[in-house]
């Protein structure tokens, strides 16, 4: 099993980033899937989450509005698309896989850094 993120990187406040989680070695279609995200010094947080057919999405309340997420089932591939970004976006970035009957997987996290 691999869960991939990319994407992340260092942007200016306002400015954007998308990023990018592709998986392989499970059927990608029967999982919810999740971003998370961890600053230093603070618990991870869930970010984002879709359901397994996209047809659900949910959010916290400090990015709606302007993260989105998204799924290509046929490219076993979820994305995060984050806009007018700030300081306090700054974390590391997980993508979480999760079933309640087959389990859950992580990724190994994508730095993002908003700084001028």
């Known amino acids: 099993v691999h869960v991939v993120e990319s994407g992340g990187g260092l942007v200016q406040p306002g400015g954007s980033l998308r990023l990018s989680c592709a998986a392989s070695?499970?059927?990608?279609?029967?999982?919810?899937m999740r971003w998370y995200r961890q600053a230093p010094g603070k618990e991870r947080e869930l970010v984002a989450g879709i359901s397994s057919a996209g047809g659900t999405t949910n959010y916290v309340n400090s990015v709606k509005g302007r993260f989105t997420i998204s799924r290509d089932n046929a490219k076993n591939t979820v994305y995060l698309q984050m806009n007018s970004l700030k300081p306090e976006d700054t974390a590391v970035y997980y993508c979480?896989?999760?079933?309640?009957?087959?389990?859950?997987?992580w990724g190994q996290g994508t730095q993002v850094t908003v700084s001028s």
């Open positions: 070695g499970f059927t990608f279609s029967d999982y919810a």
């Open positions: 979480h896989a999760w079933s309640l009957l087959k389990g859950t997987y």
